[in-house]
């Protein structure tokens, strides 16, 4: 009985001391976290292509490898939802998703709205596996000025 009692306590000890329990969802999720959001486009929100592509949301893989984001969903508070194709992140790479139209690259991804996604005065950019489980997510206030690197 008193084995049982100890085991837990000695493997949690052991995990502790090895950072298993202290990873963030992004690091247990190969390393992808949202590392910065442009959610006011440089001056005025007129709807045209280039204002909707002035708002992006950067990924940042920080691991060692490659990690594939088919599947992953990219999402605001009000669920406007970004579903990543067939698309890989390299090891130690970055990859924005504008909201507007554009032709993507290795680097950059595109939603092809017509709207805003991600509201001025306050919102969350939340990424999720295919599977829905959270991976990061990053939220601003009024206080932030036009970005936020999270």
Same mark, same amino acid.
């Given at each position: ?41 440089? +001056?005025? /929100? ?6 909707? %592509? ?6 940042? =893989? *920080? !691991?060692?490898? &490659? ?34 139209? +554009?032709? /993507? ?6 939603? %092809? ?6 509201? =001025? *005065? !306050?919102?969350? &950019? ?25």
């Amino acid at each position: 009985m008193r084995f049982r009692a100890t085991l837990p306590a000695a493997l949690a000890g052991a995990a502790l001391l090895t950072g298993t329990l202290l990873s963030t969802p992004a690091q247990a999720a190969g390393g992808v976290t949202i590392s910065h959001v442009w959610f006011d486009s440089p +001056g005025s /929100d007129n709807g045209s292509n280039a204002s909707l %592509n002035g708002e992006w949301v950067q990924l940042k =893989n *920080t !691991s060692r490898s &490659a990690v594939s984001l088919k599947g992953w969903i990219l999402k605001d508070a009000s669920n406007h939802k970004y579903v990543f194709p067939n698309v890989r992140i390299g090891a130690g790479k970055s990859l924005k998703v504008h909201t507007g139209k +554009g032709t /993507d690259t290795a680097a950059h991804k595109y939603q %092809n709205r017509r709207a805003y996604v991600w509201n =001025n *005065t !306050s919102d969350t &950019a939340t990424l999720t596996r295919a599977s829905g489980a959270k991976v990061d997510s990053c939220s601003w206030t009024r206080r932030d000025p036009s970005d936020k690197w999270c």
